[in-house]
């Protein structure tokens, strides 16, 4: 795995939520398009980790069967030896054992740290995801607003003309009843 890498897409996306870390709204900073770009890098970058997992998961497999095959050609290859090498055999043996031992932590280890480092990916890509999703929200919430103000606006000039029209029609049908009147 490349370490550099994964520095740069966490880099871009650490980019992307250092305007909500710094009280910034993202939202009064980028239009449509870059907001757009910044959810395809989002999830550019997840697709990324998912795979890098992936890789990892497999990487991890054939390290445990390596381990395995060692282990079973180790058994396997162990001779009967004759009563008089009993004490070599057993030196030999345990070293053996040592060896595959040490060989089994080590990969143990790696297998270990490898799955902290999935954990510590999914957690971050997790964090990031809810802030994004927490920013669609907020947009939708706005734009929602500002659909409901603008029908608020356009009620009121509506009922002013239609005020205003009613008015006009009261006055008419006044100098009508008026007019008959006077007839």
């Known amino acids: 795995m490349e370490p550099l890498a994964v520095d740069d897409d966490i880099c871009i996306l650490k980019h992307e939520t250092a305007y909500t870390a710094a009280g910034e709204s993202p939202v009064s900073v980028c239009a449509g ?21 992936r890789d990892t998961e497999r990487e991890n497999t054939l390290l445990r069967r390596r381990v395995k095959q060692l282990e079973d050609k180790k058994i396997a290859s162990r001779p009967e030896a004759p009563p008089s090498e009993g004490p070599q055999y057993v030196n030999k043996a345990f070293s053996a054992y040592r060896g595959i031992y040490i060989e089994k932590e080590d990969l143990q280890m790696e297998l270990n740290k ?30 929602e607003t500002s659909q409901v103000m603008k ?4 009620s009121q000039d509506y009922w002013q003309m239609d005020r205003v029209s009613s008015e006009h029609k009261i006055d008419k049908l006044q100098e009508e009843l008026e007019r008959m009147t006077v007839e």
């Open 114 to 143: 490898l799955k902290k480092e999935k954990s510590e990916s999914e957690r971050l890509l997790m964090e990031q995801l809810q802030a994004k999703e927490l920013e669609l929200l907020q947009l939708k919430t706005e734009m």
């Open 151 to 154: 029908s608020l606006n356009s």
């Open 33 to 53: 398009d870059e907001s757009v770009a910044s959810h395809f890098a989002l999830v550019t970058a997840y697709e990324d980790i998912k795979k890098r997992l």
